[in-house]
């Protein structure tokens, strides 16, 4: 497959800006706060109130690439998804207390793509994609079939939220709360390609999940970056 990326754009807690981002890639750390929430005030104070956390970082960091454009395809990537939201229903259940309507819709897979449609007016396709530790590519296979099939651009979004407690013993590939927003157009700056994996081989920094590894080899210019992800090996490769 092969693709260009036009536009990046990305939040995380105190990193928002391209220079902040590109600090990020020189020396990787995990903000000292992470509670910051990102600036949504685009949205409507009543339809702002309705937007989950996962949902404002992921139109924080994708909103700036849509602007002035119409009828865009939207994939979304997450590979856990609402787990804050879920757990609290869950325990909810637990409780024998009846459950919020609107949680329970705002909790599903699609919410965020459904609520970004909603916000922008948006009809064009929209997906929601969740496909273990390799959902990053899963999306970009989403969006390079729209592509092929006369889609000028797409709009990629990868975003993980901070797990409940209850979780954090078995997810271990968020350093912290992102949101990360690509602009891919027809072209073949970038290519993305998969093999059979080889046993024992792992993806370096694997604390820093399946997404930022590639956001910060995008910012520090690599040409190529191979993700271990068994039963497959993903490697990415750029001409720029």
Wanted: aromatic residues 10%.
């Amino acid at each position: 497959m092969s693709f260009n990326i036009a536009q990046w754009h990305a939040w995380a807690p105190g990193i928002t800006e391209a220079e902040s981002w590109q600090a990020w890639a020189r020396a990787p750390f995990v903000p000292a706060d992470l509670t910051l929430q990102p600036d949504v005030s685009f949205v409507p104070a009543m339809q702002r109130r309705r937007l989950t956390r996962l949902a404002r970082m992921s139109f924080a960091a994708a909103w700036p690439l849509v602007q002035g454009k119409t009828q865009i395809p939207m994939i979304f990537g997450s590979r856990h998804g609402e787990t804050p939201l879920t757990f609290a229903l869950l325990q909810s259940l637990a409780q024998h207390e009846p459950l919020s309507p609107t949680q329970f819709g705002l909790s599903v897979h699609n919410a965020v793509a459904g609520q970004w449609s909603i916000q922008r007016g948006d009809i064009a396709e929209t997906c929601a994609v969740a496909a273990d530790e390799d959902t990053l590519e899963h999306s970009i296979i989403e969006a390079c079939g729209l592509l092929n099939d006369g889609a000028p651009e797409v709009i990629v979004i990868l975003a993980e939220d901070t797990p409940a407690p209850f979780y954090q013993d078995q997810i271990d590939d968020i350093p912290f709360p992102f949101a990360v927003a690509l602009r891919l157009i027809p072209g073949t700056t970038w290519t993305l390609s998969s093999t059979p994996a080889q046993a024992g081989v792992v993806t370096p920094e694997p604390s820093f999940g399946h997404v930022l590894p590639m956001l910060r080899a995008m910012l520090l210019g690599n040409s190529s970056w191979t993700h271990h992800c068994p039963p497959r090996s993903w490697t990415w490769q750029s001409q720029c």
